[in-house]
């Protein structure tokens, strides 16, 4: 069985450029959840989607980011434009459901660096 | 609000010797506590997760964990590390509705052949 898929796996932009990254759950898994990892820290929660419902994102700074899962499958996020202090790695991962006992399933995330 | 302490950011050990990595979470009901390894350029990993059964839990790679809420611990054992146990791990925890999941800022554990 496929893990979860993301694409690209490494994004190096300049600042004020746009990029998108993508991500597929592993099949069936009905919660997608977007992490921002910075150098040294542990993921933190952007974005979490019971399948194409945003059910939190209080975390996402709104005013650059952006993302969407329109069939409940896979998802994209957006940066617009992208700064400098986003240089990180967005992680994706996905459970069965958001029961707070389901296991995350994670991919191996994409390296952003902004130039 | 819920939030997991981890205590050393890098620990060292020789291969063989025992691993402890340690964790101690925050908050006034005890909440559900999870184990994740990452390798390098990889996502992470589930260890363990302690979700109110047994207090020892028992998870891949020789690894276990024991809950212990008088302490508000969380803390990761190997009895005998390994040379590919050597990688970055992260102590989180959930609140008990799912609503709020939150990760430590990660202990990289190097294994001394």
């Known amino acids: 069985e496929a893990g979860v898929v993301q694409s690209p796996r490494y994004k190096i932009i300049e600042k004020k450029q746009p990029v998108a990254f993508w991500c597929n759950p592993i099949s069936g898994h009905n919660t997608l959840y977007w992490y921002r990892q910075n150098l040294g820290q542990g993921p933190e929660l952007l974005i979490r989607y019971e399948n194409e419902e945003a059910v939190d994102d209080s975390q996402l700074p709104k005013d650059r980011f952006s993302a969407e899962r329109l069939k409940g499958v896979d998802s994209t996020l957006k940066i617009q434009p992208a700064e400098l202090g986003d240089s990180a790695v967005y992680l994706c991962a996905s459970s069965l459901s958001v029961s707070s006992t389901d296991t995350q399933y994670f991919g191996p995330g994409t390296r952003l660096t902004v130039l | ?113």
């Open chain 2, 1 to 113: 609000a819920q939030s997991v302490t981890q205590l050393g950011s890098h620990v060292s050990v020789s291969e063989g010797a025992l691993v402890l990595l340690r964790c101690n979470y925050s908050s006034s009901v005890p909440p559900y506590l999870f184990w994740y390894v990452q390798y390098p350029n990889q996502g992470l990993q589930l260890l363990l997760k302690y979700t109110s059964a047994a207090t020892l839990v028992k998870g891949i790679n020789g690894f276990e964990a024991e809950f212990k809420k008088s302490e508000t611990s969380f803390h990761l054992t190997k009895p005998s590390a390994h040379m590919s146990d050597a990688a970055e791990y992260f102590c989180a925890v959930s609140d008990l509705a799912g609503n709020q999941f939150y990760f430590g800022t990660g202990t990289s554990l190097t294994v001394i052949p």
